[in-house]
């Protein structure tokens, strides 16, 4: 049986060699499938690796509140347009249950100058405790001291974007910076941490809130408030309470709507990595397609073949072969095909995606189960396509096929 199998592979890739031209367009279908699923799953994967990434730098156990955005004659306002968060209701919350430390939010869009030179960037104002909340961890230099925060001192800490713009490859630190035409000095530069979906987290300059509050914007109210639960598992009971307390402190009776929204980003990220898992199947679904139209070109050839090797077959037959030898040959002659082009699909695909995540943008992600996923469906594409040629050949009377011009 074995030799039998050894045989047939043997004259299904001598077949192959004797058409070179005929097996490579056969196989470029394959090849083409095989690399594209490779590729475009591997943007899929690359993606949510990102996003994941980016969420999680945030923070796990993190909880973010903003005003409510509740519609208004069928328009919808921004998320954090409202002006009903408070001061007094940060400080409530910070004496919840499991709430490890939280931080209020101001932000601006702003121009700082330093010296002939400008930057466009977002200016916020929080309170020390928001490196804690959010991460944010110094570089060089430091955060602002209590005695800062309730003096209203005009300091600042800068992303590492700002400081390359305004600065170049001079050190930020003790220099001054304008904003809004006031003088302010850089007391620190934050630690890189690029991109956060489309926001630039080393874009931005950090100043004490009080300073924002009072100083830049002049408002009395909040813009947003950083809660950090002291564990992932107490999120959505802080998230409960939070809403609870806010409901109570701003009179919403049972029935009305909030006029303030909880956002846990452990729920952001769980419904971010459902919408890439999509994306990364309907990537590879699309990709998928080329590979049947690939094994359709495998069915082509094959009938192609067994046309040609009609008198072949008609000797192999009237010197014995039977129905079980000439299927198995045609089969395995389709199976090589899928073989030979999965395995050179599989390695354009890798190269693919290692160009992609090197010229392009685009993060890639090269896992092993839609490199064995592809491979296994392009043999089976061969036997599968294979099948109506080979059984024609087997069933070919070998009166008729000796006879065949």
Request: neutral net charge; glycine residues 10%.
């Amino acid at each position: 049986m074995n030799a039998m199998v050894a045989e047939n592979a043997k004259m299904a890739w001598q077949s192959l060699l004797a058409n070179k031209m005929r097996s490579l367009l056969t196989m470029l279908g394959i090849i083409i499938g095989v690399a594209a699923v490779i590729a475009l799953v591997s943007i899929g994967y690359g993606v949510q690796k990102d996003i994941e990434k980016q969420i999680s730098g945030l923070g796990s156990n993190l909880l973010l509140v903003y005003p409510g955005a509740p519609r208004s004659h069928r328009v919808q306002p921004l998320a954090g347009s409202l002006e009903t968060l408070t001061a007094a209701d940060y400080e409530a919350i910070t004496h919840l249950p499991h709430v490890a430390n939280a931080s209020p939010g101001l932000r601006g869009t702003f121009i700082a100058i330093a010296g002939n030179k400008n930057w466009t960037t977002n200016v916020r104002g929080v309170t020390s405790s928001y490196r804690e909340v959010r991460g944010m961890e110094i570089g060089e230099g430091r955060y602002w001291t209590d005695r800062e925060e309730k003096s209203r001192a005009r300091v600042a800490v800068i992303g590492t974007s700002v400081a390359k713009e305004l600065f170049g490859d001079m050190s930020p630190l003790g220099q001054k910076i304008r904003i809004n035409n006031d003088p302010y000095t850089v007391i620190g530069v934050l630690e890189s941490k690029g991109l956060s979906g489309f926001d630039d987290q080393d874009n931005q300059i950090l100043a004490p809130f009080t300073t924002v509050r009072d100083r830049l914007l002049g408002i009395t109210h909040i813009q947003s408030i950083n809660v950090k639960t002291d564990s992932p598992e107490h999120m959505a009971q802080v998230d409960a309470d939070i809403t609870n307390l806010l409901r109570v402190r701003h009179g919403i009776t049972p029935g009305e709507k909030d006029d303030f929204m909880v956002e846990n980003m452990a729920d952001v990220m769980s419904a971010m990595q459902e919408a890439t898992r999509t994306l990364t199947l309907f990537l590879g679904a699309v990709a998928a397609i080329s590979l049947l139209v690939g094994g359709i070109g495998i069915m082509n050839i094959m009938l192609v073949s067994v046309s040609e090797r009609t008198k072949e077959i008609g000797i192999r037959k009237a010197l014995g072969a039977t129905y079980r030898m000439i299927i198995t040959q045609f089969l395995i002659e389709a199976a090589v095909i899928g073989l030979v082009g999965g395995t050179v699909g599989i390695l354009c695909g890798i190269a693919m995606a290692v160009v992609i995540s090197q010229v392009g943008q685009v993060s890639t992600e090269i896992t092993i189960l839609p490199i064995i996923g592809s491979f296994v469906f392009s043999m089976l594409i061969g036997i599968v396509f294979g099948l109506y040629p080979a059984r024609k050949a087997a069933r070919l009377h070998p009166i008729d096929a000796l006879h065949h011009e």
